[in-house]
């Protein structure tokens, strides 16, 4: 349990949940700022593009694009 909070737990887990944060963080504001424009221009759906941007953090490219593919799937974008 030397340097670590769980037994067995890797070092470098805290780092990984440093960085999922940091991609969520992003995610959310992504997100809350498309939201603050639909609005702002009084729309109840997202463009297209605006889609399209919430899908981009899904592209096997981006960090933790499985965890955006699966979230994203849930709710049908």
């Known amino acids: ?5 769980t037994a067995g737990t890797p070092r470098s887990w805290p780092d990984l949940d440093h960085k999922r944060l940091k991609q ?3 995610f959310n504001k992504t997100l809350d700022r498309i939201k603050d424009i639909m609005i702002a221009e009084g729309r109840k759906e997202m463009s297209e ?3 399209a941007l919430l899908r981009s953090f899904r592209q096997p490219d981006f960090p933790f694009s499985l965890m955006f593919e699966v979230y994203l799937e849930q709710r049908g974008l």
């Open 49 to 51: 593009n605006e889609k």
């Open 1 to 5: 349990m030397q340097g670590t909070k």
């Open 24 to 26: 969520l963080q992003l």
